[in-house]
């Protein structure tokens, strides 16, 4: 035996040595599965392609380590079914919504009128945008239901302009405009706005110098794109999330293999699921990833076997992890924001096939590795859809259902023997009776202050 080998094999330790309590079985105990001769073809392949990778994967420590022989079939629908839930992330970078606000504020302002060869004064940005404009007239001559121009920027008969005020501005279809980067003429937005900003520069700079920057931001980073987005989980899944855990230089890839990264198997047998952004224009291609983590909150009642109490489960919490992007990094707040809207879609499904009276969707308050929790990222995406309430210096005391592990040993240095806790997530380990499809339990933890989310 070779000295790595020898070191790694004297340096382990068993699930045994955890174990604070006794329960019966998992919930999810009838939902744990391996292929038999009379498995039908999707579950050999399934399984094929589970075993495979495992083998693959873990080739240097196969004979070191205790495991168990199995995986749970769970899905976007709860247990018993692999599936997805599949929808589509609208992803518009908030800059667009301040870009539009500096827009409104140009076409209100009086003081941008420019001369007009056939026109006389006229005020370039509301001419410009004015199939998007009310238009209220304040030339003499004009009462009444003639005062106002709707869509249409004032002449009169002789194809002069009218002195004017701006009554009202369709934002919705002005933001449209600038998410598309087109005028409503169809032509592009950047070049004729580029044009009409140069001939009041000074006057637009002077006032509105704290647009600056969002105009230089709008002009290469803005972004607007449908992303589609699922969430869920099936037996193949796992090994192309693997592939994108280290093209983004995730802790749960091959270069951790043997600390942090261990036991990212674990999603093969827990309760959580994937929330997988891809690439508009290869659907195959993973882009994003978060783990959603399925709570209940844990009861105060204290009971024999069950020393930490029992979980309510009247009410479900859905809170996803830290959020990993391969592509259009400069747009992670939104992508946050489009998470939760597609989590807050899917709710409902999820309620239903638990049986929880209401879904809550959290977020977390804090991160061991990302600059910003969350919460955080969520809060910087300034978008109007959702609504806050904070739970600080509560700390909800939530947990998992219990579940199997597949690794009974683990490597002594760094290995967990849950999926990463990149939110500080806990771990408590239950012995099971004999006849149960594993000896041992482990269930996640999670002590805390959190964010209630709401999504209008």
């Not at 592009?188 to 700079?205: E, F, G, P, V, Y």
């Not at 919460?375 to 259902?401: C, H, I, M, R, V």
């Amino acid at each position: 035996m070779c000295y790595p080998c020898w070191e790694r094999k004297g340096s382990k330790h068993h699930i045994c040595e955890h174990t604070t309590c006794e329960i019966k079985r998992s919930v999810l105990d009838e939902h744990y599965w391996r292929s038999s001769p009379n498995s039908n073809a999707s579950d050999k392949a399934a399984w094929a392609a589970h075993r495979d990778f495992f083998k693959q994967f873990y080739a240097f420590c196969l004979g070191d380590y205790e495991f168990n022989d199995f995986i749970l079939r769970k899905g976007a629908l709860g247990y018993g079914e692999y599936g997805w839930f599949d929808t589509t992330a609208k992803i518009s970078t908030s800059i667009n919504t301040e870009f539009s606000d500096f827009v409104a504020g140009l076409i209100r302002d009086d003081n941008l009128f420019v001369t007009h060869k056939l026109y006389g004064q006229v005020q370039p940005f509301a001419e410009a945008f004015q199939k998007h404009t009310v238009f209220q007239i304040t030339s003499e001559g004009y009462e009444d239901e003639d005062k106002q121009s709707m869509w249409r920027y004032p002449l009169n008969d002789k194809k002069k302009a009218l002195s004017f005020y701006v009554d009202y501005i369709a934002r919705d279809q002005l933001l449209k405009c600038i998410e598309e980067r087109k005028m409503p003429d169809g032509s592009a937005l950047i070049k004729k706005l580029s044009r009409l900003i140069r001939t009041n520069k000074d006057l637009i700079w002077e006032k509105y110098s704290h647009y600056r920057r969002v105009w230089n931001a709008y002009k290469t980073n803005a972004i607007t794109l449908k992303v589609p987005m699922r969430i869920g989980y099936d037996a193949t899944v796992h090994k192309k999330v693997v592939s994108f855990n280290e093209e983004v230089g995730s802790c749960q890839g091959r270069d951790y293999s043997e600390t942090l990264g261990f036991n990212h198997i674990s999603m093969q047998t827990n309760p959580h699921l994937y929330l997988l952004f891809y690439d508009p224009k290869n659907e195959q291609r993973i882009i994003g990833r978060a783990v959603v983590r399925l709570w209940y909150k844990r009861t105060t009642i204290i009971d024999k076997p069950h020393k930490d109490g029992w979980l309510d489960k009247s009410a479900l919490y859905v809170m996803p992890s830290r959020l990993y992007l391969s592509k259009y990094t400069h747009a992670k707040n939104d992508f946050y924001a489009a998470m939760f809207k597609g989590l807050n879609e899917w709710l409902p499904k999820i309620k239903q096939s638990l049986g929880a009276k209401e879904a809550i969707l959290c977020a977390y308050k804090s991160s061991r590795h990302d600059n910003a929790s969350v919460y955080q990222y969520l809060q910087e995406a300034n978008d109007k859809a959702f609504t806050y309430a904070n739970t600080d210096g509560s700390g909800e005391q939530l947990a998992s259902d219990w579940y199997y592990p597949i690794w009974k040993e683990i490597p002594s240095e760094e290995a967990t023997w849950c999926y990463y806790a990149d939110e500080y997530q806990g771990e408590q380990f239950a012995d099971c009776e004999p006849s149960t499809v594993s000896r041992y339990a482990l269930r996640e933890t999670y002590n805390g202050n959190l964010a209630y989310i709401g999504v209008n």
